[in-house]
């Protein structure tokens, strides 16, 4: 081999080294899922580390810490066996009960899984939640940033439905401190009645009760009632005005 080849393949040796050596990596905080597929199970590392595979369907089961990817979906259908606690609806999470934060405040985002699901975790004291039959619901108020990122990130739920996750059994009507907006998905709930002001006149509808996986959306923004739904299997309405 001539002194020149010799030194044609030192050089791309040494362009390929730095190049492993430079390979993209992105940090993760806590306890995340390894790739897309559940099959895949979790990465359990709590502390802040790195990985070469960049996070999938970051913009709806992930958000963002110091330039690190905190997980704050439901582990569930990537086999997570340890602790669940069960919510149902909308609700804050403060990363600082999945992640070391040095501050002595919550740092909120907000969960966008519709209806009954599971986080490892248990709502800070700090943060306005009612326990009821053993599942946590939300009694605060949803602020503007809550209202700005929904539409965006409710796309949550259509990721996970492809997964067909276990959901926790809810049998009762949300009690009356849980503002947010209803989602049913057990035929034998109470039907609960949403009282709406239309100028003088009260307008009272019933709230849909869907089968299974189907999804209602109620929002009451500034007396606009809004529905929008997530069709699967057939469902009944039951409608009403008095």
Same mark, same amino acid.
């Given at each position: 081999m001539s002194r020149?080849?010799?030194? =044609?393949?030192?050089?791309?040796?040494?362009?390929? *080294?730095? +190049?492993?050596?430079?390979?993209?990596?992105?940090?993760?905080? =806590?306890?995340?899922?390894?790739?897309?597929?559940? *099959?895949? +199970?979790?990465?359990?590392?709590?502390a802040m580390h790195v990985h070469t595979a960049a996070p999938v369907q970051a913009d709806v089961l992930y958000r963002t810490h110091d330039g690190a990817y905190v997980f704050i979906g439901d582990p569930t259908p990537f086999g997570y066996e340890g602790p669940r606690h069960s919510y149902y609806g909308h609700h804050p999470v403060v990363l600082n009960v999945l992640i070391n934060i040095e501050v002595d405040v919550d740092v909120v985002e907000y969960c966008y899984h519709d209806g009954p699901h599971y986080h490892a975790y248990e709502p800070p004291p700090r943060q306005e939640f009612v326990e009821k039959e053993d599942v946590y619901y939300y009694a605060g108020e949803y602020p503007e940033e809550y209202r700005r990122e929904s539409p965006q990130l409710v796309r949550v739920n259509t990721v996970y439905r492809t997964w067909n996750p276990t959901r926790p059994v809810v049998t009762v009507a949300p009690p009356p401190e849980y503002h947010g907006p209803i989602f049913q998905v057990n035929v034998n709930l109470p039907v609960p009645r949403v009282e709406v002001n239309v100028g003088a006149v009260p307008v009272r509808h019933d709230v849909v009760v869907v089968h299974e996986r189907e999804v209602v959306h109620e929002h009451d923004d500034h007396c606009e009632h809004r529905r929008h739904k997530h069709k699967k299997h057939k469902h009944k309405k039951f409608k009403g005005r008095d």
């Amino acid at each position: 081999m001539s002194r020149m080849n010799r030194m =044609g393949l030192v050089g791309a040796a040494l362009l390929l *080294a730095a +190049g492993t050596a430079e390979a993209k990596q992105w940090k993760y905080a =806590g306890m995340h899922p390894r790739s897309g597929q559940p *099959a895949d +199970g979790l990465c359990h590392i709590e502390a802040m580390h790195v990985h070469t595979a960049a996070p999938v369907q970051a913009d709806v089961l992930y958000r963002t810490h110091d330039g690190a990817y905190v997980f704050i979906g439901d582990p569930t259908p990537f086999g997570y066996e340890g602790p669940r606690h069960s919510y149902y609806g909308h609700h804050p999470v403060v990363l600082n009960v999945l992640i070391n934060i040095e501050v002595d405040v919550d740092v909120v985002e907000y969960c966008y899984h519709d209806g009954p699901h599971y986080h490892a975790y248990e709502p800070p004291p700090r943060q306005e939640f009612v326990e009821k039959e053993d599942v946590y619901y939300y009694a605060g108020e949803y602020p503007e940033e809550y209202r700005r990122e929904s539409p965006q990130l409710v796309r949550v739920n259509t990721v996970y439905r492809t997964w067909n996750p276990t959901r926790p059994v809810v049998t009762v009507a949300p009690p009356p401190e849980y503002h947010g907006p209803i989602f049913q998905v057990n035929v034998n709930l109470p039907v609960p009645r949403v009282e709406v002001n239309v100028g003088a006149v009260p307008v009272r509808h019933d709230v849909v009760v869907v089968h299974e996986r189907e999804v209602v959306h109620e929002h009451d923004d500034h007396c606009e009632h809004r529905r929008h739904k997530h069709k699967k299997h057939k469902h009944k309405k039951f409608k009403g005005r008095d």
